[in-house]
């Protein structure tokens, strides 16, 4: 039986727009299986400044919603190389905007893994489509 090819992204998924949906759909089309990593709440809370749209529950959720997606993993690190060695995937795959030696690149290269740069698709992006996202949210209340 041939092996299914392991394909891993990360990020925080704060609210699905179509750029993460064209990085999602590329991160699978490189493999058989996609694992998602999404950054804890307060990890958002410690880096980005701001606290979530959504919480971590409504994130996995969105994101399963998807069936392209296998399972999702939170993870509270401020970067996912523990992410990657508890998954050991074949195939790493991150927005071309981090480049080739991306944080996760040495930790790859150690554990026999590809990294995949994504292209980024237009302008979008979480913190332009945020403003939007809660005015649309506060509408629906």
């Keep these: 039986m041939k092996s299914k090819i392991k394909v891993t992204c990360n990020g925080?998924?704060?609210?699905?727009?179509?750029?993460?949906?064209?990085?999602?759909?590329f991160a699978l089309s490189k493999g058989d299986r996609l694992v998602v990593?999404?950054?804890?709440?307060?990890?958002i809370k410690r880096v980005k400044?701001?606290?979530?749209?959504?919480?971590?529950?409504?994130?996995?959720?969105?994101l399963m919603n998807l069936e392209i997606i296998e399972?999702?993993?939170?993870f509270n690190e401020d970067t996912p190389i523990e992410f990657l060695l508890r998954e050991h995937p074949d195939?790493?795959?991150?927005?071309?905007?981090?480049?080739?030696?991306?944080?996760?690149?040495?930790?790859?290269?150690?554990?026999?893994?590809?990294?995949?740069?994504?292209?980024?698709?237009?302008?979008?992006?979480?913190?332009?489509?945020?403003?939007?996202m809660i005015e649309l949210l506060m509408d629906a209340q």
Excluded at 12 to 25: A, I, K, R, S, V
Excluded at 92 to 101: Q, R, T
Aim: with cysteine; glycine share 14%.
């Design 12 to 25: 925080c998924f704060d609210g699905l727009h179509p750029g993460q949906l064209f990085f999602l759909g």
């Design 37 to 43: 990593g999404i950054n804890s709440g307060d990890y």
């Design 49 to 62: 400044k701001r606290d979530p749209f959504f919480t971590e529950k409504e994130r996995i959720e969105m």
């Design 71 to 74: 399972r999702v993993e939170i």
């Design 91 to 132: 195939i790493h795959c991150n927005g071309e905007e981090y480049g080739e030696n991306c944080i996760e690149a040495e930790t790859l290269k150690k554990m026999g893994s590809q990294l995949v740069l994504i292209p980024r698709l237009g302008k979008w992006s979480t913190g332009k489509c945020g403003k939007k």
